[in-house]
Structure formats: structure tokens, C-alpha cells
């Protein structure tokens, strides 16, 4: 069964950092792409960023609303996503998500499966 | 970036009723288009990727379309467990975009 679980949410002071895992099982991590999506209090939902597999080399894109401030890393040989906050606003404040992302018959890459979601709050 | 519109925002439908949502992207994005469901306080479920294809796992009353621009969701048959918020996305180049959401309530 494929698994994704989020952890270290929590709340933090504007200005401060804070680094999300994602925890994976049941499918062969090392071989996707993974994203981070995240989910204000009552809003839609935000894409983040996205980490390649090894083959294209770890490479990553991020969105503009977060690029030079969060980071996403991963350990395939721990099956481990993380993503590091830095310079957290009050607007970083949501629910966020890893998710794990496969190619379609054209190479490009979809959502597959969704993790549970860890909280972030800024505030002060 | 790719502006991902969906309507309408919100709607009413019964039980046994079919719906259909309409995602509309800014520029031309092939199809590579996915739709997602979701409940209140849970985690974002994959519904549809390549506009059209069927996430395993995922029953046959929902079905997708479209090519280019304009893409529509359909959900037949509406049960008490398809009322949710469901969302567009576009994974054609980066930025990822997603549409605002669409909200099927219960009339």
C-alpha cells in the first residue's frame, strides 16, 4: 500500500524556519518525482515546488511565491522528502502536502498519490 | 504562467443527478490536464490525469475530457460521497497551476 506521511508542522514566529519530512512506503521512491502542495485555512490549493528523480539528477523548480526561500530536498536511501522553510511569512501559514508524482504515456508528470497533510502555523 | 479557470465555482445537484465542471486553461496545454477530489479535512484525492485517463481505483462515473483549452469534468449518478470540492490542475510546463475549486453541494 502507498504511503505518505507529512510530519513537523507546527507553529513558528514570522521569520523563523522550519523543516516538513515526508515519510514514504510501498513503492520504489527513489524511481519518482515528488511535489509539495499546500492548502491556506479556507483557500484552494498551491502548488510548491518539485524535486526530480535521480536519473534527471535531483533537480528542482519551485514556485514563485517560494523560491530562494524554501528548499526540498530528499534521502532515497531512508525514503525521505523534506522541504525547508526559511524566512516563514504569516501567509506560509496551511496544510501541506508531499505528493508523489509519475509520468504519463507523453513524459510528463501528474499527481498520483497525496499524503495526509501537516499543519503550519506563523504567527507571533 | 497558465491560468487554470474553473466554473462554475459552486453548485447544487441531488442525489442521482450528473454534473459537469468546466476547467479552462490560458494557453493551449495539450492534455495534459488532472482533476482532483476533495472532502472537507481531508487530503486531496487523484481523480483523472491526461485529461481523460482514470487514476486506478477510481470508479467509472467519473470521466474526463478536452484537448487544447477546454476541459470538462462529468460525474453521473451523484452520490452522497461525491459531494466534495474539486479541482483542475495543468502539468504542462512550470509553474504547476491549479483552477479555484469547484464546490458540489447537496440541493
Known amino acids: 500500500e502507498v504511503q505518505l506521511v507529512e510530519s513537523g508542522g507546527g507553529l513558528v514566529q514570522p521569520g523563523g524556519s522550519l523543516r516538513l519530512s515526508c515519510a514514504v512506503s510501498g513503492f520504489t521512491f527513489s524511481d519518482h518525482y515528488m511535489d509539495w502542495v499546500r492548502q491556506a485555512p479556507g483557500k484552494g490549493l498551491e502548488w510548491l515546488g518539485r524535486t526530480r528523480n535521480k536519473v534527471k539528477s535531483y533537480t528542482t523548480e519551485y514556485a514563485a511565491s517560494v523560491k530562494g526561500r524554501f528548499t526540498i530536498s530528499r534521502e532515497d536511501s531512508k525514503n525521505l522528502l523534506f522541504l525547508q522553510m526559511n524566512s516563514l511569512k504569516t501567509e506560509d501559514t496551511a496544510v501541506y502536502y508531499c505528493?508523489?508524482?509519475?509520468?504519463?504515456?507523453?513524459?510528463?508528470?501528474?499527481?498520483?498519490?497525496w499524503g495526509q497533510g501537516t499543519l503550519v502555523s506563523v504567527s507571533s | 504562467d497558465i491560468q487554470m479557470t474553473q466554473s462554475p465555482s459552486s453548485l447544487s445537484a441531488s442525489v442521482g443527478d450528473r454534473v459537469t465542471i468546466t476547467c479552462q486553461a490560458s494557453q493551449d496545454i495539450t492534455n495534459h490536464l488532472a482533476w482532483f477530489q476533495q472532502k472537507p479535512g481531508k487530503a486531496p484525492k487523484s481523480l483523472i490525469y491526461a485529461a481523460s485517463s482514470l487514476q486506478s481505483g477510481v470508479p467509472s462515473k467519473f470521466s474526463g475530457s478536452g484537448s487544447g483549452t477546454h476541459f470538462t469534468l462529468t460525474i453521473t449518478n451523484l452520490q452522497p460521497e461525491d459531494f466534495a470540492t474539486y479541482y483542475c490542475q495543468h502539468y504542462h510546463n512550470y509553474p504547476l497551476t491549479l483552477g479555484g475549486g469547484t464546490k458540489v453541494e447537496i440541493k
Open positions: 505528493v508523489r508524482a509519475t509520468s504519463d504515456t507523453t513524459g510528463f508528470y501528474y499527481f498520483q498519490s
